[in-house]
């Protein structure tokens, strides 16, 4: 079973920049989440995607940051314009439930560096 | 209401040695708490999850113990190895699977 595919890996931009980042889940994975992980912290929900519905986006700075999920598979996170406090680690989650069990899979993350 | 505190931020322990992780947090609403293992470089690994309706679980080397009463949890590693440093995120959910995750504790086990 193949895992959740981020790119690209590492970015660095200048600040007011705007950058994209692509998130493929495991396939039938209903759920998709975007985290933050800012150095030395726990990742923090940016955004939760039910399908393709918003499920949660409380934590989302949504002056900057937008983040879709097209025909429920593919997602993008974009922000526009960066700030030097985004530097941080853009984490890609999908899960499934199984006998009310949900399992997270991450994928391996994209390093953004902003100057 | 919403912070998962955990400790240590840092921990090191002997081959062979039990390392201790806990966590606490406040909102009675949480019903699932998957501790999460992280490697540089990679995303979090879900290692081990518990519901409150057991108080300890248990998988090969990895066990939690849960505290309902005093909404405390913790992971314990034993037999300790080199392999395992890593750092360790507790986390918990509840109704829609939204995560609030801990701080996170650097593990290094000493040869």
């Known amino acids: 079973e193949a895992g959740v595919a981020q790119s690209p890996r590492y970015k660095i931009i200048e600040k007011r920049q705007s950058v994209a980042f692509w998130c493929n889940p495991i396939?039938?994975?209903?759920?998709l989440y975007w985290y933050q992980q800012i150095l030395g912290q726990g990742p923090k929900l940016l955004i939760q995607?039910?399908?393709?519905?918003?499920?949660?986006d409380s934590q989302l700075p949504k002056d900057r940051f937008s983040a879709e999920r097209l025909k429920g598979v593919d997602s993008t996170l974009k922000i526009q314009p960066a700030k030097l406090e985004d530097s941080a680690v853009y984490l890609c989650?999908?899960?499934?439930?199984?006998?009310?069990?949900?399992?997270?899979?991450f994928g391996p993350g994209t390093r953004l560096l902003v100057l | 209401q919403q912070q998962v505190k955990q400790s240590p931020q840092s921990l090191i322990v002997q081959k062979g040695g039990i390392s201790i992780i806990n966590c606490a947090y406040e909102?009675?609403?949480?019903?699932?708490f998957p501790w999460y293992q992280q490697f540089p470089g990679k995303g979090p690994a879900l290692l081990i999850a518990?519901?409150?309706?057991?108080s300890e679980k248990k998988e090969g080397r990895f066990t939690i113990s849960f505290n309902k009463s005093a909404k405390q949890f913790s992971l314990h590693i034993m037999d300790s190895q080199p392999g395992d440093s890593a750092t360790y995120f507790c986390?918990?959910?509840?109704?829609?699977?939204?995560?609030?995750f801990g701080t996170g504790t650097r593990l290094k086990v000493l040869a």
């Open positions: 989650a999908s899960s499934l439930v199984l006998a009310g069990q949900e399992t997270q899979y």
């Open positions: 986390a918990a959910s509840g109704g829609t699977y939204k995560y609030i």
């Open positions: 909102n009675t609403a949480f019903d699932y």
């Open positions: 396939s039938g994975h209903a759920t």
């Open positions: 995607f039910q399908n393709n519905g918003v499920v949660d």
């Open positions: 518990i519901r409150p309706d057991v």
